[in-house]
T-cell receptor, first 112, second 114 residues
């Protein structure tokens, strides 16, 4: 898989359930960021986790990072219909490059 | 809350025409970026800009593309002679510093080349 690949590609859950999305990457990273994109709209920054961090929380979001497995997960607890969107992980490599490398994203549908 | 703004939201142009996409980054940010997203595909990095010069560019960012910070607030992406394959959503982003810092994205400009 390429740098920053999410799975599943699509996820459909009922409102109130938890949603878990995973991201895998290949190279050593400085940090990993999760973004949300509503259909045809801009990218909203959700959370950044640095390579020396293992877990981070923000409201209903919980992100984990396992650098030994080169993977991250995003958990959205008590999902709402408004959480329906595509979710992308993006990595910043450990070298001098500052660009974000995006995955293909997970399309989340939260059914009311 | 400060945000990145982009104009226009949608631009339709004919093949071979020049387009300029405009962005106003967050005011205290020092690093600026352009990304693009072809419909149904991943978001791809185009270029990063710091201290009035390009710090990194991708293979996509060829001689047809240029960036400029003409004044203290605007950051522009110019495509000199558009091609059909340039049709995409173009996102501007900025960050306070580079590397370990969040990049904040604008709402995007949808470019349609006919």
């Amino acid at each position: 898989s390429q740098q920053g690949e999410e799975d599943p590609q699509a996820l459909s859950i009922q409102e109130g359930e938890n949603a878990t999305m995973n991201c895998s990457y290949k190279t050593s990273i400085n940090n990993l960021q999760w973004y949300r994109q509503n259909s045809g709209r801009g990218l909203v920054h959700l959370i950044l986790i640095r390579s020396n961090e293992r877990e981070k929380h923000s409201g209903r979001l919980r992100v984990t990072l396992d650098t030994s497995k080169k993977s991250s997960s995003l958990l959205i607890t008590a999902s709402r219909a408004a959480d329906t969107a595509s979710y992308f992980c993006a990595t910043v490599r450990m070298d001098s490059s500052y660009k974000l490398i995006f995955g293909s994203g997970t399309r989340l549908l939260v059914r009311p | 809350e400060p945000e990145v703004t982009q104009t226009p939201s949608h631009q339709v142009t004919q093949m071979g025409q020049e387009v300029i996409l405009r962005c106003v980054p967050i005011s205290n940010h020092l690093y600026f970026y352009w990304y693009r997203q072809i419909l149904g595909q991943k978001v791809e990095f185009l270029v990063s800009f710091y201290n009035n010069e390009i710090s990194e560019k991708s293979e996509i960012f060829d001689d047809q593309f240029s960036v400029e910070r003409p004044d203290g607030s605007n950051f522009t992406l110019k495509i000199r002679s558009t091609k059909l394959e340039d049709s995409a959503m173009y996102f501007c982003a900025s960050s306070v510093l580079a590397g370990g810092y969040e990049q904040y994205f604008g709402p995007g400009t949808r470019l349609t080349v006919t």
